[in-house]
């Protein structure tokens, strides 16, 4: 009768293990161990004895490290190259500034006409739509000017306009009247006022950076008088509150001269009005 699956594993491992016990009783089926061999260790290595260092002789405190370094003749002099900058790049800057400059009211390779009054003034779109978001929005969008390729200045802001163009071509902008423009420039005391007004329209930044100087020496030599008021008034009416910097040098000036300002008419009518100037100086004198 053949046996079951679990007998016939357990005769199988049974048979296995008495046939290991048999080998290992079996003393002749064994090989001998053999003997291990010696180890060998090396000779030892006798490092030389250690060369001593020159005590120094002082110590010099030259250089800026926060530490002093021995000044021995045993250490090595190190020489570190001067750095020479490279007047390259301002010189390319220099170049190029004097070349655009060349082409201020210059019709060669000008694609866009600037109307200021009774005049015509060539430009150039590269030049306008680079430096203010809104010249490249007027001449690339949707815009008649897109096609015309002509903008016209508002009536009385022909000399802020030619002064703002002016920047745009030469990185700054004279205080005198143009020979350009044949009509009354603006009072002194509202040419730069106006530019950085027109210069905050027109997104340029950095000539309402330009103008906001020149405002701050026009008003270190100034003295108080009714255009003064005219001035203040021409701020207030066309920056916002956030536009602290130009408000910040009005109100400046107004401190500094509040005794002969209190004691004009034109002031006093101004200051009566109310609004940001007067809410803003009594903050500012308090």
Known sequence: MP?????????AIDSRLNRILTFLGDTEA????????????????ILPEPIPLPEPSGWSDDLDFGRPIPSTSTLMEVKIPKIVKDSSASN???????????????????DVTIILGDIEVAAHRFVLC??????????????????TKRLTCPPGKEHSYIRLLEYMYTGTYQNETSQLLATEDDPELLIH???????????????????LDKF???????????????????VYDNTLHADEKIREEVLSTVKKH?????????????LGQGGDFAVELVCALS
Not at 199 to 210: R, S, T
């Open 193 to 211: 006022v106006r530019v950085y007004i027109l210069a905050d329209c027109y997104g340029i930044q950095e000539l309402k950076a330009v103008a």
């Open 216 to 234: 701050k020496k026009q008003l270190e030599i100034l003295e108080a008088s009714d255009g003064f008021v005219d001035c203040i008034q021409e």
């Open 130 to 147: 680079t430096q203010s978001a809104y010249f490249a929005k007027a001449l690339e969008g949707g815009f008649l000017e897109a096609s």
């Open 3 to 11: 046996k079951s699956w679990p007998e016939a594993r357990w005769l």
């Open 258 to 270: 509040m005794k002969v300002l209190q004691l004009t008419k034109k002031f006093k009518t101004f």
């Open 30 to 45: 064994l090989e001998p161990i053999p003997e291990p061999e010696p180890i060998i260790l090396p000779e030892p290595i």
């Open 92 to 110: 390319f800057k220099s170049n190029f500034m004097a070349s655009l400059a060349r082409y201020f009211n210059n019709s060669e390779y000008s």
